[in-house]
């Protein structure tokens, strides 16, 4: 192998690897970081994969979240990630 094939090879792998990380972004994700808008406080909760959750009680100062004005659940208004059916381009259910 010449020096130049092995470096050509070495670009090849450069190139692939940021379109690996894009296309597993596009993967659901069903771990959201819910932020506490009355506290600050931040969890990572599990999206449930088939509903949407209405509401969610704070963990540190027990405030009930309700989802925001058009969104349908408290991952849309509150989380890191919107729920899967927001990620699937679908509306919520
Ligand atoms: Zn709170």
Same mark, same amino acid.
């Given at each position: 192998?010449?020096?130049?094939?092995?470096?050509?090879?070495?670009?090849?792998?450069?190139?692939?690897? @940021?379109?690996?990380?894009?296309?597993?972004?596009?993967?659901?994700?069903?771990?959201? #970081? +819910?932020?506490? /808008?009355?506290? !600050?406080?931040?969890?990572?909760?599990?999206? @449930?994969?088939?509903?949407?959750?209405?509401?969610?009680?704070?963990?540190?100062?027990? #405030? +009930?979240?309700? /989802?925001?004005? !058009?969104?349908?659940?408290?991952?849309?208004?509150?989380?890191?990630?919107?729920?899967?059916?927001v990620q699937q381009n679908n509306n919520c259910g």
């Amino acid at each position: 192998m010449t020096f130049s094939a092995f470096t050509s090879i070495f670009k090849i792998i450069i190139v692939v690897m @940021p379109l690996k990380q894009l296309s597993m972004q596009k993967i659901i994700q069903l771990n959201s #970081t +819910i932020t506490c /808008p009355a506290c !600050g406080f931040a969890k990572e909760e599990t999206i @449930p994969e088939d509903s949407c959750q209405f509401f969610y009680e704070c963990e540190n100062c027990k #405030t +009930i979240l309700k /989802p925001k004005m !058009g969104d349908c659940c408290v991952y849309c208004s509150y989380g890191s990630k919107k729920c899967p059916s927001v990620q699937q381009n679908n509306n919520c259910g």
